[in-house]
Every structure is written in C-alpha cells, then in structure tokens.
C-alpha cells in the first residue's frame, strides 16, 4: 500500500483536497457512477470494501467512499474519513420496505434508525437516538422533490444482518431468533418505513460526534410482497437515489 494518513481506506490529507463533505454508499461499485455525475472525477484508492473517489461541485471537492456492508466496515469509513476532515456524511444506499404502500422504485429519506446493530453501541448507550442531521434530511428531501420525486420520509429499522435482523425465512435454516420472530410486523405498526444495515451506526456516531449525516435509499423489494430484492429493478431504483444524493450535496457543500 502507498503511504496513506489512515489506516483502512488508503487515503492521505492532501488527497482531500479541503473536501468536508463526503458520499458513503455501501457498494464499492456505486462509487464511480456517483463520483462521475460531478465534475472532474479521479480515482483515489481501493482496499478492502473501500474505494474512494473525489470530484468537484461547485469548484468544492466532494469525497465520494464505500462503507461496505454493516455497521463495522461503516464505522472505520466514518471515523477515518473524519480524521481527514469529513464533517458531513451522505449515505447512498437501497434498501426493503415494510409498509405495503411504499413501492419498488419509491425513495425514501430516514430522519433516524432503529438501531438493531452492534457498532452503534461502540459509540453511544442504547437511549441515545440515531438521528439525522435536520439540514441535510431537508437537502436529501428538496433534491428528491426538485428531481420529480415524492420521498417517503420517515423511521429505518437498521440490522446487522440481511436474514435474520430484517425477519428473512427463506434461508438455510429457515430460522429467526425469538428476539426476531414477529419482529416486522411490529415494526410496521409502529410506521418504520424500511430495513437496511449502516444508518443506525452512521446516524448515531456521527449524532454523538458533533457530525453531520442523512440518508436516502431506493427501494429494490417490498417485503409485504416478497423477501429477496429483483436483480433488474436495482438498477434504476439505484440510479434515482444516486442522482439525489449527488444534488443533496450540491446544496450542503
Ligand atoms: O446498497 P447498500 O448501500 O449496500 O445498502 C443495502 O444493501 C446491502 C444489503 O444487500 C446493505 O448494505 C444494505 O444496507
Ligand atoms: O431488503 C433489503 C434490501 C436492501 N438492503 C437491505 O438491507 N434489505
């Protein structure tokens, strides 16, 4: 590995370029189709589950950084990027809905997290909330607006896990924990809109930390239809919520 300021994600102070804000998607391979809807995209390190890129908005650099799946790989991600002067953090993500009205292809914007992860616990006691950050949950939903689209905003129910933590039984063992079983349903009825797997360490790290993070994600399966997401409806459910997230930016940096 070259030399790099940071343990894990490979990149230096200089390779910032002053950048505060930074896009975390979980996917390595959204990284170049975000960093590529801004001007003057570059390639700046991939190791592990983490590929950085940095582009321009507005004449401001614009990190652009993969967490990886789950609340660890997210929490070396955000506290590295913030050791090389990342205060706000843009997460890109897809995720299932709950409730039977929010539809494949929907957006939605979560202003804070059930925290059924682990990490989160790294950071603050389980009554402190996994919230957003008010300007940029509002950034997230007036880019979505501004691009046509009617974001579900609201509750995200964020697991450790795909199966289990998220009530999967199509599995191998076809098994949930009690600590999970009927667990969806009482999310429903509680109005959590969604699951997916980094928001609650993001949210409660960055909450606890004097830094700022929102989150926007497209919906690749409603789980009141079915259980595992379409590969073909991925694609352009992603690409949405991409194109937001980038505009969210636009307006924060
Ligand atoms: O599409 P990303 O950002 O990876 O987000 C969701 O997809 C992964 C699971 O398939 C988890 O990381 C979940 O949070
Ligand atoms: O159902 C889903 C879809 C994407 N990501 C998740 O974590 N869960």
Known sequence: MAQSDVFHLGLTKA??????LA??????????????????????????????WRAQLGGKSVIVCSTGIGGPSTSIAVEELAQLGIRTFLRVGTTGAIQPHINVGDVLVTTGSVRLDGASLHFAPMAFPAVADFDCTTALVAAAREMGASPHVGITASSDTFYPGQERYDTFSGRVVSRFQHSMEEWQQMGVM???????TLLTMCASQGLRAGMVAGVIVNRTQQEIPNAETMKQTESDAVKIVVEAARRLV
């Open 23 to 52: 896009i975390v998607p979980g996917d390595p391979e959204r990284v170049k189709k975000i960093a590529g809807l801004m001007d003057n995209p570059v390639h700046l390190a991939s190791h592990r589950e983490f590929t950085s």
């Open 194 to 200: 969604n699951y997916e797997m980094e928001s609650a």
């Open 15 to 20: 390779d910032m370029q002053g950048a505060t």
